[in-house]
C-alpha cells in the first residue's frame, strides 16, 4: 500500500489486534461499496495489499528502518492469508524498537491469528459491548 487513503480505510473501518510491539488492522472486503475489493481487470481481484507504519516514536531512523525490514520480513507471506482485495496495515509500537526477532515476530503473528480467528467479515465488532 502507498496511499494515505488507503491506510486510513484500513485502520478506521478495518478490524484491529494489538500486541506490546505491534498492532494490525485488516479491512476484509465486504458487501458495501466502500469495502469492495480493487479489480486488476474484468474479472481479476487484486491480492491483499500490506502497509507499514514505524513512527519517530520507536526510535532513530537506524532503528526504525530496521524494524521495518523485520516486519516486511515476517509479512512476507501474508497475501495468502487474507482474503483477496484485503488492506492490511502493520503498526510499530515504541516497544519494537527495542524488542528482538522472535519477539516481532511472535507478537506479529499472534495478530495475525487473532483477526483470522475473529468471526465478523468486516469491520465492526462481532458483539455489542454493555457498559456497567
Known amino acids: 500500500m502507498r496511499s494515505s487513503g488507503e491506510f486510513t480505510r484500513a485502520v478506521r473501518g478495518g478490524r484491529r489486534a ?9 479491512l476484509v472486503p465486504g ?24 513512527s519517530r516514536a520507536v526510535g532513530p531512523a537506524v532503528v526504525r528502518n530496521r524494524v521495518k525490514r523485520r516486519l516486511r ?8 492469508q487474507f482474503p483477496a482485495g484485503s488492506l492490511v496495515v502493520l503498526r510499530a509500537n515504541p516497544p519494537a524498537g527495542g524488542a528482538t526477532w522472535t519477539e516481532l515476530r511472535d507478537d506479529a503473528e499472534s495478530a495475525r491469528s ?17 457498559r456497567g
Open 18 to 26: 494489538g500486541r506490546r510491539t505491534v498492532v494490525l488492522h485488516a
Open 31 to 54: 458487501s458495501s461499496a466502500a469495502d469492495r475489493p480493487e479489480t486488476i481487470g474484468p474479472t481479476a481481484v487484486a491480492p491483499a495489499r500490506i502497509g507499514f507504519v514505524v
Open 73 to 80: 520480513h515476517i509479512a512476507r507471506d501474508w497475501t495468502d
Open 114 to 130: 487473532r483477526l483470522s480467528r475473529q468471526r465478523t467479515p468486516t469491520g465492526g465488532r462481532s458483539s455489542a459491548r454493555t
